[in-house]
């Protein structure tokens, strides 16, 4: 004896469909879009210092630099601008997580330190870190002369103040009499102004420069080399920084 039992028509309905629907329909219906991921680290430049400057207590310095990042932190944390005196942590500042220029008025402390430091270090949202340190350069504490009497050897001291604006004293020592030259040059190596250029006492020196040319024209602001020669030979050159 056959017995039928009766399907209601929804049920019949729902086996039907799932029945007649392929397994993997649906199962790529949405497609997401890929991860971005950046393992390139933050480009940072320092523009100043750029090394060799000469600074004094209580000196209003600037410091710039320059960020460039596709994928910026949030956090403040993951930048900061750090002196350093002597290989040892100094002063610490924060910036914003911004791309382009970033200027750091600071006043010097009064200390007297060598192979001072300026270290920049960005981290991006992926944990991508640079850091970039700038030439060493020196802080002297306020009021600090110049070193009188003869010199063991001829140098060339330095510019105060370094960077400057409008004008700067550069400093210079001979060890004996004889010609001396101090010249600027632009960063090409091209004179731009001659300062000393005749015989000369042996002692330490200081000459004036009020950021013009031999013509008397204002020059623009940025990096200059001061380079001084005793009796014939090249001494040393220095950088010095004219501030816009």
Not at 54 to 69: H, I
Request: with cysteine.
């Amino acid at each position: 004896m056959n017995v039928r039992t009766a399907v209601p028509a929804g049920i019949l309905f729902i086996a039907l469909f799932v029945a007649t629907t392929p397994v993997d329909a649906g199962r790529h219906a949405a497609v997401s879009a890929p991860t971005t991921v950046d393992a390139a680290p933050p480009s940072v430049a320092i523009l100043a210092p750029l090394g060799d400057e000469v600074l004094f207590g209580y000196q209003l310095t600037l410091f710039s630099w320059t960020v460039d990042e596709t994928h910026p932190s949030l956090l403040d944390s993951d930048r900061s601008a750090l002196i350093r005196t002597r290989g040892v942590a100094h002063v610490t500042a924060g910036f914003p997580a911004v791309n382009g220029r970033h200027d750091w008025l600071w006043t010097t402390s009064n200390i007297s330190s060598g192979d001072c430091t300026l270290d920049i270090t960005v981290r991006d949202a992926f944990g991508n870190a640079t850091t970039v340190a700038s030439g060493a350069f020196t802080i002297l504490l306020a009021g600090t002369d110049v070193p009188g009497g003869v010199p063991a050897v001829s140098r060339l001291v330095g510019a105060r103040p370094n960077p400057f604006n409008p004008s700067t004293s550069l400093v210079y020592g001979l060890a004996a009499p004889g010609h001396a030259r101090l010249t600027l040059h632009d960063i090409r190596g091209r004179l731009v102004r001659t300062l000393v250029d005749q015989r000369m006492p042996a002692g330490t020196w200081q000459s004036e420069w009020n950021g013009r040319d031999d013509l008397g024209r204002p020059v623009a602001g940025g990096s200059y080399i001061a380079r001084l020669v005793h009796k014939g030979r090249p001494v040393m050159t220095k950088k010095v920084v004219m501030l816009p």
